[in-house]
T-cell receptor, first 111, second 112 residues
Framework: KQEVTQIPAALSVPEGENLVLNCSFTDSAIYNLQWFRQDPGKGLTSLLLIQSSQREQTSGRLNASLDKSSGRSTLYIAASQPGDSATYLCAVRSNDYKLSFGAGTTVTVRA | DTAVSQTPKYLVTQMGNDKSIKCEQNLGHDTMYWYKQDSKKFLKIMFSYNNKELIINETVPNRFSPKSPDKAHLNLHINSLELGDSAVYFC???????????FGSGTRLTVV
């Protein structure tokens, strides 16, 4: 059974600092890994999708890396802004179609 | 155009009632899912349908019954609602293979 862990559970930084969010998973047999953002009371917005054959993906200020063999992914957000405040979820798609989620990292960016 | 749409957005109902949540996707995906997000914000899969066939059925009470009339729709019917069913239910879709998931905006169910 795939277990996904996200560290830290919460993070508070001043505006302009870079954010580093960690995700680890127990079973390296994955199709892909997806990072989502969830604002309070809202749905999930997909940020980045990394296929199992890829090492990283970038979109604007966001960069996600994947080390499948060690079961780790890291989401970097450069030059954080107050609008980046949200909960960030890591989700791993296993070979059985399931998407297993971590509990999330709640980020607060202080102006 | 909304890619994955769920209705209703909010649902408040009494214990013992039966209710349904509807989901539709216009992405042409062949696989749809229901996820439950509990009070601790943890998301867990409940069901998945691929081309109208049930492929994932997690340990969910049989009061919950999904129905997929076609590959663009996946509805969730819940019988005899209990207080513990209060949660946010998310519908999602993907294309089997290597695509990512697209989620709906969620249905907040409150059982009183």
């Amino acid at each position: 059974k795939q277990e996904v862990t996200q560290i830290p559970a919460a993070l508070s930084v001043p505006e302009g600092e870079n954010l580093v969010l960690n995700c680890s998973f127990t079973d390296s047999a994955i199709y892909n890994l997806q990072w989502f953002r969830q604002d309070p009371g809202k749905g999930l917005t997909s940020l980045l999708l990394i296929q199992s054959s890829q090492r990283e993906q970038t979109s604007g200020r966001l960069n996600a890396s994947l080390d499948k063999s060690s079961g780790r992914s890291t989401l970097y957000i450069a030059a954080s802004q107050p609008g980046d405040s949200a909960t960030y979820l890591c989700a791993v798609r296993s070979n059985d179609y399931k998407l297993s989620f971590g509990a999330g990292t709640t980020v607060t960016v202080r102006a | 155009d909304t890619a994955v749409s769920q209705t209703p957005k909010y649902l408040v109902t009494q214990m013992g009632n039966d209710k349904s949540i509807k989901c539709e996707q216009n992405l042409g995906h062949d696989t749809m899912y229901w996820y439950k997000q509990d009070s601790k914000k943890f998301l867990k899969i409940m069901f998945s349908y691929n081309n109208k066939e049930l492929i994932i059925n997690e340990t969910v009470p049989n009061r919950f019954s999904p129905k997929s009339p076609d590959k663009a729709h996946l509805n969730l019917h819940i019988n005899s609602l209990e207080l513990g069913d209060s949660a946010v239910y998310f519908c999602a879709s993907s294309q089997s293979g290597v695509d990512g998931y697209t989620f709906g905006s969620g249905t907040r169910l409150t059982v009183v």
